[in-house]
């Protein structure tokens, strides 16, 4: 069933998400060479239980870490541990935060020291663009498919794939919500998009084909190939004038 949310209902998922936001902001600052991904989740449960909030990954089907952090290779759902991050690795941190009965969802993918080369600068920017691409598709004119097909185009467009084993979701008082949101698709189809919907749409995007596969530890998935990968995301919430990024700072 898709739940609408009221506009009471969309600040609180605003404030939500901007304790996620704060979170982003912290690991863009301690994001460097041979920092352990333990202690970004650490220093991230941290604030956000101080904000009085809850991390929502912690405890959902069995996983025990505020963060995913998912290395090069790794699409999604990386576990931090003592793995410590090298000058020129990329990282996709995923977030989701608990308050007053809501949930807030955000990814962004850091480069791990200083000036990335022209190929993953590329990759990047590509994957953050498709995601604004799908984001300008939430309007009551369209329809869900619209958003997926617009981050597919792009991210194809410029030579790269789009994963297509996992999905986008709606959010609100579960963490995951109907409908699940493709990053592939055909425009024009789909369920009618209207007010008071919030969507996680989260473009991942592989440099090179989109086969994955899920490890032995039950959580992380990586490319087939080994290719690079890079997972971003935002919550959005679609008003009577268009989309409102929940997570933005």
Not at 108 to 137: C, D, M, W
Request: net charge negative; charged share 20%.
């Amino acid at each position: 069933m898709i739940v609408l949310k009221s506009h009471d209902e969309i600040e609180t998922m605003r404030v939500a998400n901007g304790i996620v936001v704060e979170v982003m902001d912290l690991m863009a600052e301690q994001i460097v060479p041979g920092v352990r991904t333990i202690d970004l989740n650490a220093m991230a449960d941290e604030h956000i239980r101080r904000r009085g909030a809850i991390p929502s990954f912690v405890g959902y089907h069995g996983y025990q870490h505020a963060l995913c952090t998912s290395i090069n290779e790794e699409v999604v759902h990386g576990i931090p541990g003592d793995r410590t991050l090298q000058e020129g690795d990329i990282i996709s941190i995923d977030c989701g935060v608990y308050w007053d009965g809501f949930h807030g969802d955000h990814a962004r993918a850091f480069y791990v020291g200083e000036n990335p080369p022209a190929t993953i600068s590329r990759l990047l920017k590509v994957s953050e663009e498709a995601l604004g691409h799908g984001i300008a598709q939430m309007r009551t004119d369209k329809r869900l498919f619209d958003i997926s097909a617009a981050v597919q185009h792009h991210v194809e467009a410029h030579g790269y794939s789009v994963v297509r084993d996992y999905v986008g979701h709606g959010i609100g008082r579960q963490l995951h919500e109907e409908p699940q949101v493709p990053n592939f698709g055909r425009a024009g189809t789909g369920m009618k998009l209207l007010p008071g919907l919030v969507l996680a749409i989260e473009p991942m995007v592989n440099a090179g084909k989109a086969d994955v596969r899920l490890l032995d530890d039950g959580w992380t998935v990586v490319t087939q190939d080994r290719s690079l990968s890079v997972h971003v995301e935002h919550s959005v919430a679609l008003l009577e004038n268009g989309p409102r990024i929940l997570s933005k700072g």
